[in-house]
């Protein structure tokens, strides 16, 4: 009581009001009611903290800032393209901040050959024409190089030429494809008929060695079956057909039906058991599904071989990280040796697309209304574990299935992106596949245990068998852990469940291809935003006075850019980020299929006349 006479007014106040607050708030607590209103609030609280930011991603902007962002995507495009035009062309590609060129593949000017079908599709006739008259001139038998690549040149130069005359119906087009392919043929002197690595386009000689890598041998059913198709030809159908029959009749027992990196060009078998959906192997397994969509669903020997590859890559690829739960793709090395090894690649960030794909084009869980059936995936053991692994994804929904691989990969995809300073993602990094914990392990007597990357096809068999509560495992929405540069240098940051091996952004589509691929097919608006986010990246960290430059490091902001632009930049990355802000989509999946260089092609059907000439049976 003299504590408070001798306090003044405004003191005896606060006093009371501190009080009469404990007072109040004791009662409160003393109510029925507390204990749940408070639950409540926690968890409105949490809810708001942990889903917030992926509820204000899933809504979708307006239409006005949709038809913008397609418009500053065209500004984009013509500002690089115009950059070419003026300061490399008719030469390949365009250095950007040298304003010069480089000729490093073939010298016939693959970015404008690269662009004849986005220059269309964006709606610039007077480019195109102009470019017209460049393909005119092309000398095929002229290289600045001895040999040509033929991978390359086949997905780039013939991929853009075949594409552009579908758009156009422009004949030089189909004319100039169908001289490439004659200059090229002596690549499929093997005793396996499986193309080498390069040709002499003037004289004939090849080079490359006996072993071929699966991507680069195993990527030309789709233009080659087109141009016949186009050509009526015999010998560039001939070209497709044997690289599937050498696929379909291959020894795939130690890899359950997959296809390895390495081939035996002479013998036409695998020579290795290194599996991978990365730079050796990504176009080799894409194109089995679409070239069973571009030939109007008939070629059931394809559809077959991705139903294998898919159901391995699922049951045998896919890994989930310790602690984030990233969703990623990896290669495995099959053999005495047992090896994974962790590496997730940007070109892999194509694999969620393809799988959301097939989920949108195929009946996954009723592929005998296709002729297909479970015995096919196995042949009497013919593919190893294949049947095994296959009835085993049989106890779920395989649409389902698909999709939330799908998701959950482009998910991962995306966050390199977002975890990153500059909001572009590196070209490799490698998962921390064991986390480390220092606790008690009583049956053990001994400190530590460790928690390791699971595969993804064993968790979904603990989630099925709780009771499929919650997001499939790796689908969770997760927010984006951007180091800080002090974290970055001293390498003590934390949480992102992964290092970085490669930091440089080479302007690679395949993270917008999936995201383009998975707003088409699911309608999420998230998919797209995330595709908006990019673009604006690529805007702020790329861009040069000339054109955009592929960047050194994306771990730092602004970043360090280096003197290239890859004609795919205008190819793919543009066209597909265009393509998934316009309104209404030109290449609807049941009647286009994108070549891997995201050319499109149209659906056909092989009329009678033209199955008995090329003699197709399927």
Known sequence: MYQLLEQGPLEEVNMHRKYSTQRTWHKIRQRPWFSSALAVIGLFVFYKLVFSEANEEHADLSAHIW?????????????????????????????????????????????????LDTLLIMGFQDEFDRALSFVKQANFSHTEDPYVPYFETIIRYLGGLLSAHALSHEQILLQRADELATVLDPIFQTKSGMPLYGVNPSTGETTGPQIGILAEMASLQLEYTYLAKLTGKK??????????????????????????????????QPHDAHLSVGAQADSAHEYLLKQYLLTAKTDKASLKMYIRATTHIISKLLYVSPRRHLLYVTDIYDGPNNYTSHVFEHLSCFLPGLLALGAHTLPLDKLDELGVHPSDIDDNGHFGSSGANYKKLLGYDLKKLHIWAAEGLAQTCWLTYADQPSGLGPDEIVMNSVF??????ILGNQWGTKHESVLWVDLMEKWKESGSRGAPPGAKEKRPIIYTEEERISGTGKGRDYVVKKAGYLLRPETVESLYILWRVTGNPKWRIRGRTIFHAIEEQAKTTSGYASLRSVEVSPAVKNDDMPSYFLAE??????????????????????????????????????????????
Do not use: C
């Open 436 to 441: 480390s914990k220092e606790t008690w392990d």
């Open 573 to 618: 990355t543009l066209k597909y980020l265009y393509l998934m802000f316009i309104k209404e989509d030109p290449f609807p999946f049941d009647k286009w299929v994108f070549n891997t260089e995201a050319h499109p092609f149209p659906v056909f059907n092989w009329t009678r006349s033209e199955r008995d000439h090329f003699g197709i049976h399927y």
């Open 67 to 115: 038809e913008e962002s397609a418009a500053q995507v065209k500004d984009a495009f013509i500002h690089a393209y115009h950059g070419y035009e003026h300061f490399a062309a008719p030469n390949d590609e365009l250095r950007p901040l040298s304003k010069g060129w480089s000729n490093n593949l073939n010298g016939w000017g693959v970015s404008l050959f690269d662009s």
């Open 235 to 268: 010998d560039h159908f001939e070209r497709a057909y044997n690289v599937m029959r050498v696929l379909d009749e291959a020894n795939l027992q130690d890899t359950a039906g997959m296809f390895p990196v390495g081939w035996n060009l002479t013998t036409g």
